[in-house]
């Protein structure tokens, strides 16, 4: 183990000076709700990943911004 938890606390994330969202899937209404709270704590905390950005560009689409340097890729619900 490499770390422990410690106690359970509320924290009022404007009091920190650098938040970083890392949020697993699934994208959800949940994950979008964060982004647009911690939007709300800028410019008083620092904010790793802007919320806006991780928002709008997600990850199976932002690959679409470096077309030259990635294989022909196609973004469908449907494989056929």
């Given amino acids: 183990?490499?770390?422990t938890l410690g106690e359970f606390s509320h924290i009022d994330l404007s009091s920190m000076d650098?938040?970083?969202?890392?949020?697993?899937?699934?994208?959800?209404?949940?994950?979008?709700t964060a982004t647009y709270i911690l939007e709300k704590l800028t410019p008083k905390v620092r904010l790793i990943n802007d919320p806006f950005h991780v928002r709008n560009n997600p990850?199976?689409?932002?690959?679409?911004s470096f077309q030259d340097i990635t294989?022909?890729?196609?973004?469908?619900?449907d494989v056929k």
């Fill in 18 to 32: 650098v938040v970083l969202m890392r949020n697993d899937p699934p994208f959800d209404t949940a994950y979008i």
């Fill in 71 to 77: 294989p022909a890729t196609l973004i469908s619900r």
């Fill in 59 to 64: 990850e199976k689409w932002l690959v679409q």
């Fill in 1 to 3: 183990d490499y770390y």
